[in-house]
Structures are given as structure tokens and as C-alpha cells.
């Protein structure tokens, strides 16, 4: 399973560092988040639960990155 998430993970970044994701507004949100909603029920999750799950790890980042840059921090 690390290799798959690895993989995931890597493979993602690496895209979007060669501007692969350029069309995409949010690659994260468009492309990212449904890889590993797939990825997730291919290792056995219910699609609904993967996708909750997904959504709620998206909403409590976005909420510690606007803290962040609220108060100033990087």
C-alpha cells in the first residue's frame, strides 16, 4: 500500500510541477482529490465514505492555511 500511495502522491506533484494541471483552476480539488477518492476505493473504502473523508481532510487544511496567512505565518 505505501507504494500505492507514494505513487499517488508523486506522480500528482510530479504533473503539476511540468504544468501538466495548467487548465485545471484548482488541480487539487479537480485532480487530486478524486485520484485519491479512487485510489481509496480500489483498496476497498465505499466511494461515499472515500469521498467524505476526502472532503473533510480538504476542509480542515484550508482551514489552517487561512490561519496561517491571517496571522502572517508561511
Not at 52 to 71: F, M, V
Request: charged share 25%.
Amino acid at each position: 500500500m505505501a507504494a500505492q500511495l507514494w505513487s499517488y502522491v508523486h506522480g500528482c506533484i510530479t504533473l503539476e510541477l511540468a504544468d501538466h494541471f495548467a487548465e485545471f483552476g484548482d488541480p487539487v480539488a479537480q485532480v487530486l482529490l478524486p485520484m485519491g477518492v479512487n485510489l481509496a476505493v480500489g483498496l476497498g473504502d465505499e466511494r461515499e465514505r472515500a469521498q467524505a473523508s476526502h472532503e473533510a481532510g480538504a476542509r480542515l487544511y484550508d482551514s489552517i492555511t487561512r490561519g496561517k496567512r491571517r496571522s502572517g505565518e508561511h
